[in-house]
């Protein structure tokens, strides 16, 4: 299997025993950043993620589809001015773009009408725009988008439709899935920069691995690396009736394979399959610290993160003395 060796998945070490003080913040949402454009009305900022999107077309829409917006992405963030904001439900959706996927270390190109979601009340959204804070758009809130949209449909408030969906998704994939389970801050994240080169806090490191997981998770399916997006996509009709059961407006839920074979999901435990996902995340980069394979700059964002880094290198350190002490001896032609 194929790890890249990026601050991406460097961030998910804060969940080990080897942190040096990880404090649970109650500021995770919080973002840095512009706020009211005088000259031009709002501006929105935001982060599009799984790994940073490059090149992707934002749109800002209501609830009946009309574009109040619109913008691109570079690196994992966009600013998007002159943001005029109503009343009631507000979608931020991404179409297109590029990110490297993690498990396979392969470029996606998403296709013109693929993407990530997030979904807010035009009142949320206008506080983080008052605050400067960054929306953040993960799979996991293209899932809440979801479910939050076909709430409205069914005629809900927003604000209802979008803690209801919340709940939604922190019940059926989130809640118990955590690879260190001791480590507090495993909850949907919607306000944050997850694309900055290392994550502000254990909240942004744990959301990160959420997102990066799902592409384990197609991997696991035998998906092809683009078919993670359709993979979201799918699972967010089958959370539409408030259960990852499979099955979506009555019917089992299939998607195809890169061997052309069927995959039904309603024939698989789907949260504890996510669960396994990203325990192999969080593994591989358990091993890599092992082996001693992080660079020096990759170490110092470790150590940034309140990582204690000097114990995993005084161990390896051992290690490798004893391995040369042990080649040393059996290399010997004196002994008794």
Same mark, same amino acid.
């Given at each position: 299997m194929l790890i890249r060796k990026t601050a991406l998945s460097i961030g998910l070490a804060l969940s080990l025993g080897y942190l040096a003080g990880c =404090?649970?913040?109650?500021? /995770? +949402?919080? =973002? +840095?950043?512009?706020?009211? %454009?005088? /000259?031009?009305?709002? *501006?929105?900022?935001? #982060?599009?993620?799984?790994?940073?999107?490059?090149?992707?077309?934002?749109?800002?829409? @209501?609830?009946?589809?009309n574009?109040?917006?619109s913008g691109g992405s570079k690196d994992g963030v966009f600013d998007i001015r002159n943001v005029s904001l109503g009343d009631g439900m507000v979608f931020i959706q991404s179409l297109g773009g590029s990110y490297t996927d993690e498990a396979t270390g392969?470029?996606?190109? /998403?296709g013109s009408d693929q993407g990530l979601m997030a979904a807010f009340t035009a009142d949320e959204l206008r506080q983080i725009i008052a605050n400067g804070q960054y929306i953040a758009m993960t799979p996991e809130t293209t899932l809440i988008a979801a479910i939050a949209k076909e709430k409205i449909a069914d005629g809900a408030k927003p604000a209802t439709a979008i803690s209801d969906a919340i709940a939604v998704v922190s019940r059926e994939l989130i809640s118990g899935t955590n690879p260190a389970a001791a480590v507090p801050g495993d909850e949907p994240l919607r306000i944050g920069n997850l694309s900055t080169a290392l994550p502000k806090d254990q909240k942004e490191?744990?959301?990160?691995?959420?997102?990066i997981s799902f592409s384990y998770e197609a991997q696991s399916l035998n998906l092809k690396p683009a078919d993670a997006l359709e993979l979201i996509r799918r699972q967010g009709e089958d959370l539409s009736d408030g259960k990852? @059961?499979?099955?979506?407006?009555?019917?089992?839920?299939?998607?195809? @394979?890169? +061997? @052309?074979?069927?995959?039904? $999901? #309603?024939?698989? %435990?789907?949260? *504890?399959?996510?669960?396994?996902?990203? #325990?192999?995340?969080?593994?591989?980069t358990i091993q890599r610290l092992g082996r001693g394979e992080l660079s020096d700059a990759e170490k110092a964002e470790l150590e940034?993160?309140?990582? +204690?880094?000097?114990?995993?290198?005084?161990f390896n350190q051992g290690n490798k003395a004893a391995e040369?002490?042990?080649?040393?001896?059996? /290399?010997?032609?004196? $002994?008794p």
């Amino acid at each position: 299997m194929l790890i890249r060796k990026t601050a991406l998945s460097i961030g998910l070490a804060l969940s080990l025993g080897y942190l040096a003080g990880c =404090g649970n913040s109650t500021s /995770a +949402d919080a =973002g +840095d950043g512009g706020g009211g %454009d005088s /000259a031009g009305g709002a *501006t929105l900022l935001g #982060s599009i993620f799984k790994g940073p999107v490059n090149g992707a077309a934002i749109q800002i829409t @209501d609830a009946a589809g009309n574009v109040l917006a619109s913008g691109g992405s570079k690196d994992g963030v966009f600013d998007i001015r002159n943001v005029s904001l109503g009343d009631g439900m507000v979608f931020i959706q991404s179409l297109g773009g590029s990110y490297t996927d993690e498990a396979t270390g392969e470029v996606v190109t /998403a296709g013109s009408d693929q993407g990530l979601m997030a979904a807010f009340t035009a009142d949320e959204l206008r506080q983080i725009i008052a605050n400067g804070q960054y929306i953040a758009m993960t799979p996991e809130t293209t899932l809440i988008a979801a479910i939050a949209k076909e709430k409205i449909a069914d005629g809900a408030k927003p604000a209802t439709a979008i803690s209801d969906a919340i709940a939604v998704v922190s019940r059926e994939l989130i809640s118990g899935t955590n690879p260190a389970a001791a480590v507090p801050g495993d909850e949907p994240l919607r306000i944050g920069n997850l694309s900055t080169a290392l994550p502000k806090d254990q909240k942004e490191a744990l959301a990160r691995n959420r997102a990066i997981s799902f592409s384990y998770e197609a991997q696991s399916l035998n998906l092809k690396p683009a078919d993670a997006l359709e993979l979201i996509r799918r699972q967010g009709e089958d959370l539409s009736d408030g259960k990852l @059961d499979g099955i979506a407006k009555g019917n089992p839920v299939k998607l195809r @394979d890169k +061997d @052309d074979r069927e995959v039904d $999901l #309603s024939q698989r %435990d789907q949260k *504890t399959a996510f669960g396994l996902a990203r #325990s192999r995340l969080f593994n591989n980069t358990i091993q890599r610290l092992g082996r001693g394979e992080l660079s020096d700059a990759e170490k110092a964002e470790l150590e940034k993160l309140g990582f +204690d880094t000097e114990s995993v290198e005084r161990f390896n350190q051992g290690n490798k003395a004893a391995e040369a002490n042990t080649a040393k001896n059996l /290399a010997a032609t004196n $002994l008794p």
